[in-house]
Nanobody
């Protein structure tokens, strides 16, 4: 069974950068679309970025386009989310998950194998 573990979160000042990692075990990440979601306290999970299984297509929420970049290293069985020019509005718990339909759906219900999440705090 595919299991995902995120790492790389932390606290950063506005304008800073972070790279999150999503390491997979028990399966091959490249068999799925990999999505990144942000969850603020008391809120639903919002889709942020996604890469399809073949890694030839990515999609991003309008709020993070041009600032977030998702990638994947098949050799490491790991996906990454690089976040640049961070603003306080993107503070939250970041989770990775896979879409077995490879559709990069914007709806969290279509995803599974959720990681435990990594907290990102952006403040001055």
């Amino acid at each position: 069974q595919l299991q995902l573990v995120e790492s790389g979160g932390g606290s950063v000042q506005p304008g800073g950068s972070l790279i999150l990692s999503c390491s997979a075990s028990g399966g091959t990440l490249a068999n799925y679309a990999t999505g990144w979601f942000r969850q603020a306290p008391g809120k639903d999970r919002d889709a942020g970025a996604c890469m399809n299984a073949r890694a030839d297509s990515t999609s991003y929420a309008d709020s993070v386009k041009g600032r977030f970049t998702t990638s994947r290293d098949p050799a490491q069985n790991t996906a990454y989310l690089r976040m640049d020019n961070l603003t306080p509005e993107v503070t939250g718990l970041y989770l990775c998950a896979v879409d077995p339909d490879d559709s990069c759906s914007g709806f969290s219900l279509h995803y599974g194998s959720w990681g435990q999440g990594n907290q990102v705090n952006v403040s001055s």
